[in-house]
């Protein structure tokens, strides 16, 4: 099938939702999912700026006190998805995996930047249980995050419901690939899937940008969740090496998504030794007999020799290459007898 999504800001990340669907049913073997958002009237722009909390200074500023609004982005994404087996089959790369997903709509709400933490906490275990994964495997979370100075503490507070408990679980970081590129809006969402994803599989977690101090209304105390403030490296095993997507659509619809690392490749099974290559032992001598004892020395040497290719290698190297041989005999005219030495290589 070949269709257009529309649920706002959550667009590509529920397109996302549905070919993963397509896939695991069977009726597509190969998806290809793409988010565009391209800045080309002002009258958008207009709009947004009489009806939504655009940032006055161009800066999204997630969980950030001095959060003021988001910025629009440009931007256009776009991934290739297939079941993990088939990927592994074909010999693809695998960025990274996605383990579940789950879309949910957000019900009564205060408006539009006024979300419902309760059903975003619900569509968050939603995923983690097309996931079969537990909370606190998931050690990175890239959130909707749009830097308002509401909407920013509600979502964290659903992600301190979900995935925040401390206990013994490593930390959990959060940032918003908004803060770098501002909001990509219908392609928002697939654009925080790809930096997941990068991450997973580089094992490094980008920073975010814009924060100098936690937002009042944000209490990440006795959570083990946190601002990932700078880049720094994921020293995680792949069992918590786990990353959950949020996108949140204006007209109510939420989608979440959770990505893990992709499989190790299985070792190629070892090919059985070759049979060593036969060698030449070149052998030469005046008579005859010095010759016949010349073999027997050199048989008597090998056979008694340690087994191996080497053992056989050096011998033939040196009698052809490091040794003189000697020179084949020539009839003298006049001999008394009429016969040569019997002298030549073998």
Same mark, same amino acid.
């Given at each position: &099938?070949?269709?257009?999504?529309?649920?706002?800001?959550?667009?590509?990340?529920? #397109?996302?939702?549905?070919?993963?669907?397509?896939?695991?049913?069977?009726?597509?073997?190969?998806?290809?999912? /793409?988010?565009?958002?391209?800045?080309?009237?002002?009258?958008?722009?207009?709009?947004?700026?009489?009806?939504?909390?655009?940032?006055?200074?161009?800066?999204? =500023?997630?969980?950030?006190?001095?959060?003021?609004?988001?910025?629009?982005?440009?931007?256009?994404?776009?991934?290739?998805?297939?079941?993990?087996?088939?990927?592994?089959?074909?010999?693809?790369?695998?960025?990274?995996?996605?383990?579940?997903? #789950?879309?949910?709509?957000? $019900?009564?709400?205060?408006?539009?930047?006024?979300?419902?933490?309760?059903?975003?906490?619900?569509?968050? =275990?939603?995923?983690?249980?097309?996931?079969?994964?537990?909370?606190?495997?998931?050690?990175?979370?890239?959130?909707?995050?749009?830097?308002?100075?509401?909407?920013?503490?509600?979502?964290?507070?659903?992600?301190?419901?979900?995935? !925040?408990?401390?206990?013994?679980?490593?930390?959990?970081?959060?940032?918003?690939?908004?803060?770098?590129?501002?909001?990509?809006?219908?392609?928002?969402?697939?654009? /925080?899937?790809?930096? %997941?994803?990068?991450?997973?599989?580089? /094992?490094?977690?980008?920073?975010?940008?814009?924060?100098?101090?936690?937002?009042?209304?944000?209490?990440?105390?006795?959570?083990?969740?946190?601002? %990932?403030?700078?880049?720094?490296?994921?020293?995680? &095993?792949?069992?918590?090496?786990?990353? #959950?997507?949020?996108?949140? /659509?204006?007209?109510?619809?939420?989608?979440?998504?959770?990505?893990? &690392?992709?499989?190790?490749?299985?070792?190629?099974?070892?090919?059985?030794?070759?049979?060593?290559?036969?060698?030449?032992?070149?052998?030469?001598?005046?008579?005859?007999?010095?010759?016949?004892?010349?073999?027997?020395?050199? @048989?008597?040497?090998?056979? !008694?020799? &340690? #087994? $191996?290719?080497?053992?056989? @290698?050096?011998?033939?190297?040196?009698?052809?290459?490091?040794?003189?041989?000697?020179?084949?005999?020539?009839?003298?005219?006049?001999?008394?007898?009429? =016969?040569?030495?019997?002298?030549?290589?073998?």
């Amino acid at each position: &099938p070949s269709l257009t999504v529309d649920t706002a800001c959550s667009s590509s990340l529920v #397109a996302v939702h549905l070919a993963c669907q397509s896939l695991r049913s069977g009726e597509s073997d190969l998806t290809v999912v /793409g988010g565009v958002n391209l800045i080309l009237s002002p009258s958008v722009a207009v709009a947004h700026a009489k009806g939504m909390p655009l940032s006055p200074d161009g800066r999204c =500023r997630t969980f950030d006190a001095a959060a003021s609004g988001y910025t629009r982005g440009e931007g256009v994404v776009a991934v290739a998805l297939r079941r993990l087996s088939d990927a592994v089959a074909a010999g693809d790369p695998v960025i990274a995996v996605i383990n579940g997903t #789950a879309v949910n709509q957000d $019900g009564l709400s205060n408006g539009q930047t006024a979300p419902n933490g309760r059903a975003q906490q619900k569509v968050i =275990r939603q995923a983690l249980k097309s996931a079969a994964l537990q909370p606190d495997q998931i050690t990175l979370v890239e959130a909707h995050g749009t830097g308002t100075v509401l909407g920013d503490p509600i979502e964290v507070e659903a992600l301190a419901a979900t995935y !925040g408990r401390a206990d013994e679980a490593p930390p959990c970081l959060l940032g918003s690939v908004k803060t770098n590129i501002g909001h990509l809006e219908s392609a928002a969402g697939l654009a /925080g899937l790809v930096k %997941a994803a990068l991450c997973i599989k580089h /094992g490094r977690i980008i920073g975010n940008l814009n924060f100098d101090r936690l937002n009042p209304n944000i209490d990440l105390d006795g959570t083990r969740l946190a601002i %990932a403030e700078k880049a720094q490296d994921w020293t995680v &095993p792949d069992r918590f090496r786990h990353a #959950a997507v949020s996108s949140f /659509g204006a007209g109510g619809t939420n989608a979440h998504a959770i990505l893990g &690392p992709a499989p190790s490749p299985e070792p190629a099974p070892e090919a059985a030794p070759a049979p060593p290559p036969p060698y030449v032992v070149a052998m030469s001598a005046r008579t005859e007999e010095l010759l016949a004892a010349t073999a027997a020395a050199h @048989r008597d040497f090998l056979h !008694g020799a &340690p #087994a $191996g290719d080497a053992e056989f @290698r050096g011998v033939a190297h040196t009698s052809t290459v490091r040794r003189t041989h000697q020179a084949r005999a020539r009839r003298r005219s006049g001999s008394a007898t009429g =016969r040569s030495p019997a002298s030549q290589p073998v």
